[in-house]
C-alpha cells in the first residue's frame, strides 16, 4: 500500500509540474518579482509532497513574508490545523 501511494505522489507532483510549468527553483529565482506583495506561507511540519525545507528557503528569500508552520500537519488544505491558520489569515485581513 505504501509503495502504490509513493508512486500516486509522484505521478501528481510530475503531472502539476507539467500544469504549470514551474521549473526547479523558478520561485526562487523570480522572487523580485513579487518582492514587494505581502506574503503569508502556511506549511505543514510534516509535509512529504513539498518538503519543509522548501518553504523555509522561500520564507529565507522574500522579505516581505511571514512564515507558519502547521505543527501537525501534512499538505493538504484539509488537515484541522492548516484549516484553522488559513482562517485565522482571513479573519485577520477582514478586520
Given at each position: 500500500?505504501?509503495?502504490?501511494?509513493?508512486?500516486?505522489?509522484?505521478?501528481?507532483?510530475?503531472?502539476?509540474?507539467?500544469?504549470?510549468?514551474?521549473?526547479?527553483?523558478?520561485?526562487?529565482?523570480?522572487?523580485?518579482?513579487?518582492?514587494?506583495?505581502?506574503c503569508i506561507i502556511?506549511?505543514?511540519q510534516y509535509d512529504?509532497?513539498?518538503?519543509?525545507?522548501?518553504?523555509?528557503?522561500?520564507?529565507?528569500?522574500?522579505?516581505?513574508?511571514?512564515?507558519?508552520?502547521?505543527?501537525?500537519?501534512?499538505?493538504?488544505?484539509?488537515?484541522?490545523?492548516?484549516?484553522?491558520?488559513?482562517?485565522?489569515?482571513?479573519?485577520?485581513?477582514?478586520?
Amino acid at each position: 500500500m505504501m509503495h502504490q501511494q509513493h508512486s500516486l505522489l509522484m505521478i501528481n507532483t510530475d503531472h502539476l509540474h507539467i500544469i504549470f510549468h514551474i521549473l526547479e527553483n523558478q520561485i526562487l529565482e523570480d522572487i523580485n518579482k513579487i518582492k514587494d506583495i505581502p506574503c503569508i506561507i502556511v506549511h505543514g511540519q510534516y509535509d512529504i509532497v513539498c518538503p519543509i525545507r522548501q518553504a523555509h528557503d522561500l520564507h529565507k528569500a522574500y522579505d516581505n513574508a511571514e512564515l507558519i508552520i502547521a505543527k501537525d500537519a501534512g499538505h493538504s488544505l484539509l488537515e484541522p490545523s492548516i484549516s484553522k491558520e488559513i482562517l485565522n489569515i482571513f479573519d485577520n485581513v477582514i478586520e
